[in-house]
């Protein structure tokens, strides 16, 4: 306790700079222990972002086609799945 | 079945060769008594080079199905299919030459179940892709 109160006692003689360097040194800390214990806080997302999928309906066998043929010169793969 | 393939597509190819110049059509369907298109997941084939279509009356399944004998050369060696009705839980891998007039051409493998063919569709893709890692 005698410590403590010789430190506040050097602060509040020190006047405004040491009192800002103990704020800053406490946001600091802050912002470090946010990052370690909670970095969703810190970063909202995930780091691989997913593009968003989209599903739409098929319009036959011939909308398959066409996307196909637009798309030579790539390879390309065809999945034929279930949702489970 | 269909969920581990598709994943491990996504995981093991689409993300080991994010630059590989690739087109992936997803073509899903109710095969199973527990499907519905409720139950698709978007998070399981996030690529941006997918594209995913919701193939109600299983056109392009049962269209796979009735050319399957003609496409038997190209299965791969670890698959399995006894020429059902609707070809479904499989890729078919295309060169980028290919073309589809009556049919698609070129076809490199296929493989039935994604799971069972995985290795050669792995390999191909090494050999297609070894500098797009």
């Not at chain 1, 214990?37 to 599903?55: D, I, N």
């Not at chain 1, 066998?61 to 390879?75: A, H």
Request: charged content about 25%; some cysteine; overall charge positive.
């Amino acid at each position: 306790v005698g410590e403590l109160g010789d430190l506040l006692v050097a602060v509040k003689n020190s006047g405004g700079g040491m009192r800002n360097k103990l704020r800053r040194v406490a946001v600091l800390t802050v912002l470090v222990a946010m990052t370690m214990w909670a970095p969703s806080l810190v970063r909202p997302y995930p780091v691989e972002a997913a593009t968003a999928a989209k599903l739409t309906d098929l319009r036959g066998i011939d909308d398959l086609k066409t996307l196909f043929n637009q798309d030579k010169g790539k390879v390309r793969l065809v999945l034929l799945v279930s949702p489970t | 079945v269909c969920v581990a393939g598709t994943r491990w597509v996504q995981t093991e190819l689409l993300q080991k060769y994010p630059a590989a110049n690739l087109r992936v059509y997803a073509v899903w369907f109710n095969m199973l008594a527990s499907d519905s298109r409720a139950k698709w997941l978007a998070t399981l084939l996030t690529d941006s080079r997918v594209i995913h279509r919701w193939d109600e009356p299983k056109a392009v399944g049962t269209w796979y199905a009735a050319r399957s004998a003609s496409m038997r050369p190209e299965l791969t060696p670890d698959s399995t299919w006894g020429d059902g009705p609707v070809l479904w839980d499989t890729f078919l891998l295309y060169a980028a030459d290919s073309r589809w007039d009556d049919a698609p051409n070129r076809l490199i493998h296929w493989g039935r179940t994604i799971v069972a063919g995985r290795q050669t569709l792995k390999s191909d893709f090494e050999t297609l892709f070894s500098t797009k890692r």
